[in-house]
Structure formats: structure tokens, C-alpha cells
């Protein structure tokens, strides 16, 4: 392999997972099924239709975003082609937004949860798997009645192929649009999934996180 390769390997690699941390802070600021296809289209190297139509949903839902996921944007698709005049025209964001989502504990454990619990703990990286119900769409008061899985998962080596993943599954389950969220181990989560890990429960725990701590 030479080197401008292996340069340009590491520039996608930190392009997606610029994208991917991008498409978690906009949860519950996009809608579920466009925030669903978008890291489809991430897990699946779509990386010219994320180019094209990130800063247009964006613009098109009226969602604004704080210098540092402006920087995100341009880190992700910045570079897959997107419109220069569509990523300047991207509404400014002072202050994180407060999430009104509502989350209520999900401790059944059905087929679809069994399945995404079997790819979880063979996935390198991941240290527990968690599972919330969403009221309504999460995007505010009047978004309707409908419950909504939501399913946490910290720590993943490629946290946008193991979305990818997870969300297929969801979906060969019955799940229109499913809700994958794959966090950092560790450090504070956005609003939306602090909220949702609060009222969440765990399906699973890796040894070494489960293990207590010594004396």
C-alpha cells in the first residue's frame, strides 16, 4: 500500500466518523426515517447521496447547528461533493437545543432485541447494549402517540457499519425506521441520549464493565 492510499484511507475514515457523530447529535432534530437513510447511506459507503442530501434536509427541516457540528459537516461532507452555497446557507445554532423527547423503560426482551443483542456482543469495542421506548417523534410537544424503540449502544470500533448494521436487523423485524444510537464509552451524551439512557435498560454488559472494581 503507498502512502497517499493509506492517506487517503485514514481522510475517509475520519470524514465517516465525523458523519456518524453528526448523525447521532441530530437525533431527535431530523425525522426518524430521514435520519435512518442517512446512516444507511453511511454504513453503506454512500458517501455522494450524503453529500448531496445532508445540507438539504438540514435547510429543508429548518434544523441549525452550533460551530462545533458545522465543523462536523464540513469534515463529513465537505469533501463527498456537497453544495458549498447549500452548507453556508445551514441555519447558525448558538446553544445546543433542549430535547423534549419523552423515554420510558423498554425491559421486554423480544426476538428483535435478542437479534441485536448476538451482533453487539461480538462486535469489537462494545461495552453495553441498553434499550428505551420513545413516546411520539421526539421532536416536541403534539408529535404524536406512536412508541418508538431506541436502541444505545457504548463503545464500537466503526460505530457507522455496526449502525448499519443494528438498523437492518430493526427493520427485517418490522421496524419502519429504526433508532440506532452507538455512543462513546465514555464522556457526557447529547441531551436527546442522556435522557434516553436514564430511562433505559440494559440487555447486556461486557465482562470487563460488569466486573467490580478492586479494592
Known amino acids: 500500500m503507498t502512502a497517499d492510499v493509506a492517506a487517503g484511507g485514514g ?4 470524514a465517516e466518523a465525523a458523519c456518524h457523530d453528526l448523525l447521532v447529535r441530530l437525533a431527535g432534530r431530523l425525522p ?3 435520519l435512518w437513510r442517512m446512516r444507511d447511506w453511511l454504513a453503506a459507503d454512500g ?3 450524503l453529500g448531496a442530501m445532508l445540507p438539504r434536509e438540514l435547510l429543508r427541516h429548518r434544523v ?3 460551530d462545533d457540528e458545522q465543523d462536523l459537516l464540513l469534515a463529513a461532507v465537505g469533501g463527498w461533493g456537497a453544495s458549498r452555497r447549500m452548507l453556508d446557507a445551514v441555519l447558525p445554532l448558538v446553544v445546543p437545543e433542549e430535547s423534549t423527547a419523552v423515554f420510558g423503560p423498554a425491559d421486554d426482551v423480544d426476538q428483535a432485541a435478542l437479534s441485536v443483542l448476538a451482533v453487539v ?3 469489537p469495542g ?3 447494549l441498553r434499550q428505551a421506548w420513545r413516546h411520539g417523534d421526539g421532536r416536541g410537544p403534539g408529535s404524536g402517540q406512536r412508541q418508538q424503540r431506541v436502541v444505545l449502544v457504548l463503545g464500537a470500533e466503526r460505530p457507522w457499519t455496526l449502525t448499519g448494521t443494528l438498523q437492518r436487523i430493526l427493520r427485517a423485524h418490522g421496524d419502519r425506521t429504526p433508532c440506532v444510537e452507538v455512543l462513546p464509552p465514555h464522556g457526557e451524551p447529547p441531551i ?3 435522557a434516553a439512557i436514564i430511562t433505559s435498560v440494559s440487555l447486556w454488559r461486557s465482562v470487563s464493565m ?6
Not at 481522510?11 to 475520519?14: F, L, P, Q, S
Not at 460488569?210 to 479494592?215: E, G, I, K, T, V
Open 11 to 14: 481522510a475517509d475514515v475520519a
Open 32 to 34: 426518524d426515517e430521514v
Open 47 to 49: 458517501r455522494a447521496a
Open 64 to 66: 441549525g447547528l452550533t
Open 121 to 123: 456482543r461480538g462486535h
Open 126 to 128: 462494545c461495552v453495553e
Open 192 to 194: 436527546y441520549h442522556g
Open 210 to 215: 460488569a466486573a467490580p472494581a478492586s479494592s
